[in-house]
């Protein structure tokens, strides 16, 4: 039973336009999210985070949005460039608690 | 930086041998963890350790145990390795406990178990 669900698994986005990762959840009593980045052959890299007291995050090019009501999340990315192809994670935690990872969806920018 | 390597990047085994996977961190943190990555599941935890000689299990912990000796060290062994612990291994490490704290990665091991 997965907590934390990333329904696409794949995305493809143009050079330059914005790219939307979206992330659902189950468990209401997660109170902090994640995104990590990963590239092929490296681990993951952390990315952004949101407290869930809050429902928008934003650093440069990246923003993370939260909705509580509905359980999830999305992933901005303004504008996209091709080093930003790699596969993203969403993560989530309950009360500091240990991370639960999303299945992942992989990014592709085309330039 | 941080750094966090892992001993191998690619691994073969057959079935019932005994498997250790080696992870080293630099930065002196405190936690250290462990996952495996599989399509479709993504990153599952094992076991941590938020101190030496301590571990606590992860989700998925059946068929792994761990040690770590020293700080900086965490090893995770397969005592009796199966088809299905075919996967990809992370280990990550950070700095204090909680979830907010960001965790450090090393490049994975990609275990084959025949």
């Known amino acids: 039973d997965q907590q934390v669900k990333q329904n696409s698994p794949s995305l493809s986005v143009q050079e330059g336009r914005i790219s939307i990762l979206n992330c659902d959840y189950t468990?209401?009593?997660?109170?902090?999210f994640l995104w990590y980045k990963k590239y092929p052959a490296e681990g993951p890299t952390f990315l952004i985070s949101i407290s869930s007291i809050k429902d928008k995050n934003e650093d440069g090019r990246f923003t993370v949005f939260l909705n509580k009501s509905a359980k999830h999340l999305s992933l901005h990315i303004v504008p996209s460039q091709p080093g930003d192809s790699a596969v993203y994670f969403c993560?989530?935690?309950?009360?500091?608690?240990?991370?639960?990872f999303g299945a992942g969806t992989i990014l592709r920018v085309k330039s | 930086d941080v750094k966090v390597t892992q001993s191998s990047r690619y691994l073969v085994k057959r079935t019932g041998e005994k498997v250790f996977l080696e992870c080293v961190q630099d930065?002196?943190?405190?936690?250290m963890f462990w996952y495996r990555q599989d399509p479709g599941l993504g990153l599952r935890l094992i076991y941590f350790s938020y101190d030496v000689k301590m571990k606590e299990k992860g989700d998925i912990p059946e068929g792994y145990s761990v040690s770590r000796e020293k700080k900086e060290r965490f090893s995770l062994i397969l005592e009796s390795a199966s088809t299905n612990q075919t996967s990809m291994y992370l280990c990550?490490?950070?700095?204090?406990?909680?979830?907010?704290?960001?965790?450090?990665f090393g490049p994975g091991t990609r275990l084959l178990v025949l």
């Open positions: 930065m002196d943190h405190e936690n």
């Open positions: 990550a490490s950070s700095l204090l406990g909680g979830a907010k704290e960001t965790q450090y």
């Open positions: 993560a989530a935690s309950t009360y500091g608690n240990k991370l639960v």
């Open positions: 468990n209401s009593m997660f109170d902090y």
